[in-house]
């Protein structure tokens, strides 16, 4: 299973091509003009459209969920867009997330989400475990992105054998790199406070939209 989309962005779509309806989501796929299929996804819940899958030729799962920071929530009455490269052929939509927890599609598609968000919970207790305290000595411009690496190599060690929780460690991690980034001339202990709420309160979130994780192994 890939974990995430091949191409992601938000642009208009051409010639009606394909459309596929059904309450609560409507999602509509029309061809570009190279070749690039337009998905738009249109929320008709009164909740928000927190996750999407959908399935190409070859089978693999594409899922696409704000709670594990892959796109932005859709809101009720609200449409989001996406694209998917050229090279994708017969995409097909299999399921849905709602922010109330409900779910829409197939089962066993909307078992492989869920087991995301288990990885990405499990994943932020391991980071949160193994990530640097403090930065005593150190001062601006000190490199933060390479102490973080250290830390990865470390977190990426102990689930050396689960591939789904290494793609989740790796998914984190790439958020943490981000907003260091966005971060660069803070003081050191000031990112890695900042770091370390931003996790705490993403595994909080995560936690509590979904109570029925804990059930997922």
């Known amino acids: 299973m890939k974990y995430g989309l091949m191409v992601l962005c938000y642009i208009g779509f ?3 091509a394909y459309t596929q309806s059904a309450d609560p989501i409507k999602v509509t796929m029309t ?11 249109e929320n008709n819940s ?3 459209l927190t996750a ?18 892959h796109w932005d929530a859709i809101q009720p009455g609200q449409q989001g867009k996406m694209v998917y490269s050229e090279r994708s052929e017969n995409i097909e ?11 829409f599609g197939d089962q066993a598609a909307i078992h492989e989400m869920l087991l995301q968000r288990r990885a990405t919970l499990d994943g932020l207790g391991i980071i949160l475990q193994h990530l640097p305290i403090d930065a005593k000595g ?24 689960d591939n789904q929780m290494r793609a989740a460690i790796i998914n984190v991690n790439l958020i943490i790199q981000r907003q260091v980034q966005k971060m660069a001339g803070e003081m050191p202990d000031t990112i890695i406070a900042a770091i370390t709420t931003m996790l705490r309160d993403w595994q909080m979130a995560l936690n509590s939209s979904l109570p029925s994780l804990a059930d997922l192994r």
């Open 31 to 41: 061809k570009g003009p190279r070749g690039e299929t337009n998905i738009v996804f």
């Open 138 to 161: 150190s001062t601006p411009p000190t490199p933060m992105l390479p102490l973080f690496g250290r830390y990865r190599t470390e977190q990426l060690d102990i689930v050396k054998n």
């Open 93 to 103: 939509f299999k399921a849905a997330i709602f922010g109330d927890g409900t779910t």
């Open 52 to 69: 999407v899958a959908l399935s190409t030729a070859n089978s693999d799962l594409h899922v696409s969920d704000s709670a594990i920071k």
């Open 46 to 48: 009164n909740v928000m």
């Open 14 to 16: 051409i010639g009606l």
